[in-house]
């Protein structure tokens, strides 16, 4: 049962082979004997859970059921959900116990029906590749423990991967859906910005931040965004848009798909192996029917300069609410407010966080906002430009999400430059605003390695369709780590 | 370009966090390794290029001009530090 696809486990609960609270103990029990190694989820509460789930059962017998009624599903934490603890991985949050729901947590949770099994570890506030710079731990990736998940959405990848739950959900800022879904082996996606509501999403760029799914393949992804969508007039940059079926389109044959391969994610700066087992899964799609024609993405050396100024920009003014006086941490001494205020920054951030912070402040300041922070912003219209270019003669581009395989832990934590660079291929994909996944598409020395698919504005359909084709024809995504129990 | 250990502290106060002298040495370090990475875009010539603040070309929503929250101050206030009497307590900020 734990290896079923969201459809089949949707078939079992509907023909009641099996109820929500059996399904959902089936998880809770996992979770108890393997997350204590594993350290996916920092938030359990197994009486929450099996309410929700008597809730669904209730709504099944009543005939009342949505098509995800009673599936249970993990929540990265940096969703708030009402009565829970919802920390963003961070001290400064440990104790915040959340009096209302995001968006996405009422629509998935109240609208649609699922149970919530927990709350799953992330790198603090989101920032980080790998899952190290949680307060709450680091987490091990289920196919290799000496190594990280990925990150920031570490803790939801791991528990995906050991399936410690069905499917989960993820934020993606600058890769923090699609990386960790490469180095764990699933289908993760992020949205077009403003498709998914940001409301009650604990803001780290509010330009770029945007939530999405991770599962075990592209037709769990699709059923799982069918709930997440939607306007939302609680987030000013939610967009009034047709809701679409992304299950819809699932099965469309690709004859006649135009891939544009990006010569700059072709040339250096990419493992070898991982390399080749990119290029191995687009000659599957040319066997699939679709033809391959190279473009150019010229300014996208560009994005991780101008990311790590726009996303820290961002974050020192988001996180500036964290001041000790309406929630979150406190220091236990201080003098007067400003003293508070220091002391309760300084002890309730951890390292990542205040560099961005002071970066952030920094490019904002006096005397440097031109040459940072409004320079960036015009390499980032260089950079959506260059996408804007490709989509005249290609349907999706395709390349690596991660230029490596899961790094070990600790491999890269004291280096923040190299740590920022193995986001080398996801983060344009933000700046732009565009959607993009990451499906698996082989291994290398035993570790998954994942193959990015980047949509034009609105195609999340379109792309899960070209993943999904992919995954019918083969079964990387349905490898499962060895050795978990 | 490289940050002065004074430009540090001073960032870190604008930043109100608290940053003692061995901290800013190493956070001065870090920094400047990433200003490092950041100092490619020095080399682009963007004259011309409207500044992208958004990936949607889109303006902000206007409402009509009335109560639509509901008053929730007790659930709020029970998650903060200290409150009084519906108020958030600080230190004395006015003699």
Not at chain 1, 84 to 90: D, K, N, Q, Y
Not at chain 1, 214 to 220: F, L, Q, Y
Not at chain 1, 262 to 286: L, N, T
Not at chain 1, 315 to 344: C, H, I, Q, W
Request: with cysteine; hydrophobic share 40%; aromatic share 8%.
């Amino acid at each position: 049962m734990i290896n079923k696809s969201l459809k089949e486990l949707a078939q079992a609960l509907a023909a009641k082979q099996i109820s929500s609270v059996e399904l959902s103990t089936l998880f809770l029990d996992r979770i108890v004997r393997l997350n204590p190694d594993i350290n996916a989820f920092v938030t359990v509460d197994r009486e929450k859970t099996l309410a929700m789930a008597r809730a669904a059962d209730a709504r099944i017998a009543a005939g009342t059921a949505g098509p995800l009624t009673g599936i249970p599903v993990a929540q990265k934490d940096i969703f708030c959900a009402e009565g829970w603890t919802t920390t963003c991985g961070s001290k400064m949050l440990a104790n915040f116990v959340s009096p209302y729901d995001a968006t996405v947590i009422r629509k998935m949770h109240s609208e649609a029906g699922m149970v919530s099994l927990g709350k799953t570890n992330m790198d603090e506030f989101a920032m980080g590749s790998s899952n190290e710079t949680s307060y709450f731990g680091q987490v091990k990736n289920p196919w290799d423990r000496t190594r990280v998940p990925g990150g920031s959405s570490g803790g939801s990848a791991a528990a995906v991967a050991a399936r410690l739950a069905p499917a989960a959900t993820g934020t993606d800022t600058g890769g923090s859906i699609r990386q960790p879904a490469a180095l764990c082996n699933l289908t993760g996606l992020k949205p077009t910005y403003g498709v998914v509501s940001r409301y009650g999403m604990i803001a780290f760029a509010s330009s770029l931040d945007q939530g999405g799914p991770m599962a075990a393949s592209a037709e769990d992804c699709a059923l799982l965004l069918n709930t997440m969508v939607g306007f939302d007039e609680r987030d000013s940059t939610s967009l009034n848009r047709p809701v679409d079926d992304y299950a819809r389109d699932l099965d469309k044959p690709l004859n006649g798909l135009r891939i544009g391969l990006p010569k700059e994610f072709f040339g250096e700066g990419c493992d070898a192996e991982v390399m080749a087992a990119v290029r191995a899964a687009i000659a599957e799609y040319e066997k699939l029917g679709a033809s391959c024609v190279e473009v150019s993405l010229p300014n996208s050396h560009l994005s991780v300069p101008a990311y790590y100024v726009i996303a820290p920009a961002e974050a020192s003014s988001n996180l500036s609410r964290f001041d000790g006086v309406r929630y979150g941490y406190r220091a236990p001494e201080y003098g007067n407010l400003d003293d508070m205020y220091m002391k309760t920054r300084a002890q309730g951030f951890g390292a990542e966080v205040k560099r961005r912070i002071l970066i952030g402040a920094y490019v904002l300041s006096h005397g440097y906002y031109d040459a940072y922070y409004l320079q960036a912003q015009r390499i980032r219209r260089l950079i959506a430009n260059d996408f804007v270019e490709a989509f005249k003669s290609c349907d999706v581009i395709m390349g690596p999400t991660s230029p490596s395989t899961a790094f070990k832990l600790g491999e890269k934590a004291a280096d923040p430059v190299q740590m920022y660079l193995s986001d080398i291929y996801t983060i344009a994909v933000n700046l732009a605003g565009l959607p993009g996944m990451s499906i698996p598409c082989g291994f290398v020395g035993g570790l998954p390695v994942g193959l990015q698919l980047v949509g034009n504005y609105f195609a999340e359909s379109q792309l899960l369709n070209v993943a999904h084709r992919y995954q019918q024809a083969t079964d990387w995504h349905a490898r499962r780590p060895g050795a978990i129990d | 370009m490289s940050l002065t250990l004074e430009q540090v502290k001073r960032i870190a106060h604008l930043a109100r966090i608290e940053i003692s002298d061995d901290e800013a040495l190493t956070t001065q370090g870090h920094l400047n390794g990433i200003f490092q990475l950041i100092e490619q875009m020095q080399a682009v010539d963007t004259a011309g290029v409207e500044p992208m603040a958004h990936a949607q070309d889109v303006s902000q929503r206007l409402r009509e001009d009335a109560v639509t929250e509901v008053d929730r101050r007790a659930a709020f206030q029970a998650v903060a530090p200290e409150t009084e009497a519906g108020l958030y307590l600080v230190p004395k900020v006015i003699e």
